[in-house]
């Protein structure tokens, strides 16, 4: 028998075998017990949860500032050590400039027991005059004069909470001690407490803000954090109208003549029209009746949802939070992907949020000049800490040997601030946003914010910037409820919910059939305003995750639509729950070697994969026969 005879009937075979295999259901799938919240817990029920994984926060914020604290205090060991008392002074002097939380530093030098203290320039000199801290101070400079580490529990003082710790140099003719401020942890408390819904969120009132029941825009009144489950909030004297046919200048006089207002703001096709004697009914009222629009609704708000040397390409990073708090990257895989790719600087991430601290040196060369919708001529900086949160995640710098490692090496973070110090922001600043960064060059766009009411005008937005082949990731929101937060549920956004350290559902997370898939988002180390680093859990955190995985794959593979970087990460997951898609998991956690994996080859989706598997052998077949 000639080899093309035997051949033939060989692969013919052979598809059949690998055609049959592509049915049979998949032996990868982890099957994850639901935990109790699965069911619908009562308020008090839902309360004592969140609360738990605040004090989970807190506990593990604690433990980063104490361990990036003492990383200060060795680099001023090494870089002062042999120095002059001036030069010292002048260090210190910058250094507290930039880490206002190193309150006092005190040089010792432990010949002679002789001190030199430096206190920063905003610092109360007069904390140190306090029993409590003089006590930590001495019992401190006790410590390194024997050549001892020191460490303090946490006490309060005067409002605020401290710790001191001294630190012996590594020759023992010198030390530090240091009061350090613990103010973070006021900032993760209360930045918590509204991310996690645990206090009525945004307060009525404030900024003449109302709340609607998201399906039938019936008023309803926020009393405790588990309302916001029902409840979406929206400016009550401001109206968002698009128009059948753009109204001319003439037209848009009469309008702000009829309201008593200026003339609307426009975006797209869509204005924003603001009145200070009507409310929403009325200017609904108004719209309707004299301009018939395509839509009128109202001006919604948006909040935050977060809850020895190593070799240069390994995949154990030395940045020093790494190993003992960041689980999220070693349970997403995304070090073992680290060999695939590490990203490209060329494939840029916008984090549409609070801003980002364009100066913490963890995020050096990371962070583009990005756009502050909110005070258009100021840069984009964060005064909430949640943006700069989400930028460290996905691109904190790796291999620095301090703080957090981001998912990414190379991929460059594009802020655009469009939520205000409060953490809200407006459908305009949301959608203006989303377009700049769509305009400005982003491939993957950051939306770790959201509302339970659709608003046609986000919508436009959305559906601009997916046009332009941008992947659009959103965070699901922290109210345990199944019902559909926006924007992660319109069609053309990926929706990210959250897992926990043993991938289960994270009890804050929501969960509901428009899921796509899980990502970390319990107790995650990142970066955090004033080059400190925090832990919080939300699927504010779980979002940025999958960014970054799309930011990855669209650096291994840039001839990749949109869809088909969604449909990867949906595609190749570690499965959880029930095999397949369900409400609570979506397709699963993401996986990252996996996906990278799947992305360095032409792509073709699952379901097609038989069909184009068949295609190849055909041709394999017709060209034997040539």
């Not at 240091?178 to 404030?206: C, F, M, T």
Request: proline share 5%; hydrophobic share 35%.
């Amino acid at each position: 028998m000639s080899r093309r005879k035997w051949l033939k009937p060989l692969l013919g075979a052979a598809a059949g075998v690998l055609l049959i295999t592509l049915m049979l259901p998949s032996r990868d799938h982890r099957h994850t017990p639901q935990p109790e919240y699965t069911t619908k817990m009562l308020p008090q029920q839902e309360h004592q949860l969140k609360k738990g994984m605040l004090a989970s926060d807190l506990s593990a914020t604690d433990t980063l500032t104490r361990m990036d604290a003492r990383q200060d205090i060795q680099y001023v060991m090494r870089e002062l050590n042999g120095k002059t008392a001036d030069q010292k002074r002048k260090f210190t002097h910058t250094l507290q400039q930039s880490h206002s939380h190193l309150h006092t530093l005190q040089w010792i030098h432990t010949r002679d027991g002789k001190t030199s203290t430096y206190t920063g320039d905003k610092a109360q000199t007069s904390l140190l005059n306090h029993p409590q801290i003089q006590s930590s101070l001495a019992a401190a400079r006790r410590s390194v004069m024997q050549n001892k580490s020191y460490e303090s529990t946490a006490f309060q003082v005067e409002g605020g909470k401290y710790f001191v710790m001294g630190e012996p140099s590594g020759d023992g003719t010198c030390g530090v001690a240091a009061l350090v401020s613990q103010q973070v942890l006021r900032d993760v408390e209360k930045h918590q407490r509204k991310n996690l819904r645990l206090i009525p969120y945004p307060k009525e009132g404030s900024y003449k803000i109302e709340s609607v029941h998201p399906d039938t825009l019936h008023d309803i009144t926020v009393k405790t954090g588990h309302d916001n489950e029902n409840a979406s909030h929206y400016f009550e004297n401001e109206i968002v109208v698009r128009f059948r046919h753009n109204p001319d200048a003439r037209q848009l006089q009469e309008i702000a003549s009829d309201l008593h207002c200026e003339p609307g703001r426009k975006l797209g096709y869509t204005y924003v029209f603001h009145s200070d004697k009507m409310n929403f009914k009325e200017l609904k009222q108004y719209f309707s009746r004299k301009w018939n629009p395509l839509y009128a609704e109202p001006h919604y708000m948006y909040l935050t949802n977060e809850k020895a040397p190593i070799k240069a390409d390994s995949t154990i990073p030395n940045d020093l939070l790494f190993s003992r708090y960041q689980w999220n990257l070693p349970a997403t895989e995304t070090n073992k992907g680290w060999k695939l790719s590490k990203g490209s600087k060329d494939v840029i991430v916008a984090v549409v949020d609070t801003g980002v601290d364009m100066d913490h040196p963890d995020l050096k060369g990371q962070i583009l000049p990005g756009r502050n919708v909110v005070k258009p001529s100021e840069k984009p900086y964060d005064d909430v800490g949640h943006g700069t949160h989400v930028a460290g995640i996905i691109s904190a710098l790796v291999n620095n040997g301090e703080g957090v490692a981001g998912m990414t090496w190379y991929n460059k973070v594009m802020p655009v601030k469009v939520l205000d110090q409060s953490g809200s922001g407006t459908t305009y600043s949301v959608a203006e946003g989303i377009i700049w960064a769509a305009d400005h060059g982003a491939k993957v766009i950051n939306l770790s914010l959201g509302n339970y009411a659709q608003a046609s005008f986000l919508h436009d937005a959305i559906k601009y910037a997916y046009d332009k082949d941008v992947v659009l990731v959103a965070a699901t929101g922290n109210d345990n409820t199944e019902r559909p937060g926006y924007p992660a549920a319109y069609p053309e956004v990926f929706a990210v919910s959250a897992t926990d350290s043993s991938m289960h559902r994270a009890s804050f997370s929501n969960y509901g059939d428009y899921v796509d898939v899980m990502a970390p988002g319990a107790s995650i180390a990142s970066t955090y305003p004033g080059n400190q680093y925090a832990a919080l859990s939300g699927t504010s955190m779980a979002s940025p995750h999958v960014s970054a995985l799309a930011g990855l794959i669209r650096s291994i593979n840039p001839d990749l639509t949109n869809k088909e970087v969604m449909d990867l990460m949906r595609d190749n997951v570690i499965d959880l729950g029930t095999p397949g898609h369900d409400k609570y998991f979506g397709y699963g956690q993401i996986d990252v070697y996996k996906a990278l994996k799947a992305a360095q080859r032409p792509y073709v989706p699952l379901q097609l994969y038989p069909q184009h598997l068949s295609e190849k052998l055909k041709s394999i077949l017709k060209k034997l026969e040539i």
